[in-house]
T-cell receptor
């Protein structure tokens, strides 16, 4: 059974720092991997989606990498801002891409950016 | 991106009653929708896969007679929590993959509190 682990569980850094969130998964036979942001009591906001054939995706200050063979992904946040404070979730999708596969989530990294 | 809505956003009910939660894809069709549950400070756990025109498939440990799922159309899935108990109190989130990209889009979630 697929297991997704995120490290660290919590992180607090001063504003302006660059930081890296880590995600690992036990079964490398994934279809894609997504990074989400969740604000307290809210739903999920998709940040980046990496297909299994891709190595990285970038959106603004965010960069996500994927090393499928080693079962790892990282989310890099550049020049962090207080508004980046949230819980970041990593999720993998298995299967062949037919649309009938749910996601397996990690427990998330709770990020606080200090002003 | 595509939009998924949920209704209600929060509900409080008495123990023993049933509660229905709706999940709608607003600008795309979804033959499959997913229901997740999130307990406080925990990650999302896939409960079941809702299939338009056929029975839902449930993850191990999820009682299908307690969590009734109906995928009435290509844009609507409902989750009914029957004979709710306080331990059913949780955050319920649905998602739907856009068949054009297979990226999953999440609803804003429904906070259920059973007293």
């Amino acid at each position: 059974k697929q297991e997704v682990t995120q490290i660290p569980a919590a992180l607090s850094v001063p504003e302006g720092e660059n930081l890296v969130l880590n995600c690992s998964f036990t079964d490398s036979a994934i279809y894609n991997l997504q990074w989400f942001r969740q604000d307290p009591g809210k739903g999920l906001t998709s940040l980046l989606l990496i297909q299994s054939s891709q190595r990285e995706q970038t959106s603004g200050r965010l960069n996500a990498s994927l090393d499928k063979s080693s079962g790892r992904s990282t989310l890099y946040i550049a020049a962090s801002q207080p508004g980046d404070s949230a819980t970041y979730l990593c999720a993998v999708r298995e299967g062949s891409g037919g649309g009938a596969d749910g996601l397996t989530f990690g427990k998330g990294t709770h990020l606080i950016i200090q002003p | 991106g595509a939009v998924v809505s949920q209704h209600p956003s929060w509900v409080i009910c008495k123990s023993g009653t049933s509660v229905k939660i709706e999940c709608r894809s607003l600008d795309f069709q979804a033959t499959t929708m997913f229901w997740y549950r999130q307990f406080p400070k925990q990650s999302l756990m896939l409960m079941a896969t809702s299939n338009e025109g056929s029975k839902a498939t449930y993850e191990q440990g999820v009682e299908k007679d307690k969590f009734l799922i109906n995928h009435a159309s290509l844009t609507l899935s409902t989750l009914t929590v029957t004979s709710a108990h306080p331990e059913d109190s949780s955050f319920y989130i649905c998602s739907a993959p856009d068949i054009r990209s297979y990226e999953q889009y999440f609803g804003p979630g429904t906070r259920l509190t059973v007293t």
